[in-house]
C-alpha cells in the first residue's frame, strides 16, 4: 500500500475491500504474518494500517445500511413518458422499485 491517500474518506472502497481480504487471508497463515498485516505506521497508511481501514470499512457498512433501511419506507411511483413526452407519475402497486432521481428527491426531503 502506499501513502497515495491523504485522507480515509478519499480512499476507494474497492481497495478498503482488497485490504480486508488480505487481513482476513493474514489472519488464517501465521501469528507472525498477521502480527506484520496489523502493524500501524508513522505517519499513518490510511489504505494501509489495519486499524483505518476496518473501522473505515464499518463506517461505510453502517452509512450504506442506514440509507438502504431509510429507502424501505418511502413510497414507491412508477413514472412514464406520454407520446407528447410529458411526464406521468403513479404510486407503483408492486412497490418494488424506485427511479434514482426519485430517490434523491425523497432522501432530501427526508433529510429535511
Known sequence: ??????????????????????????VTISDRRMMREFTM??????????DIVISEAARRLTEANATIEAVRGLPRYEVWADKY????????????????????????????
Open 1 to 26: 500500500m502506499s501513502s497515495k491517500y491523504q485522507d480515509v474518506s478519499d480512499v476507494p472502497t474497492e481497495t478498503l475491500c482488497k485490504r480486508l481480504a488480505e487481513l482476513a487471508h493474514a
Open 41 to 50: 505506521r508513522i505517519p499513518a497508511e490510511v489504505d494501509r494500517d489495519a
Open 85 to 112: 413526452g410529458n411526464l406521468n407519475w403513479k404510486p407503483d402497486k408492486d412497490g418494488y422499485w424506485m427511479r434514482p432521481h426519485e430517490l434523491d428527491k425523497a432522501l432530501e426531503k427526508q433529510d429535511g
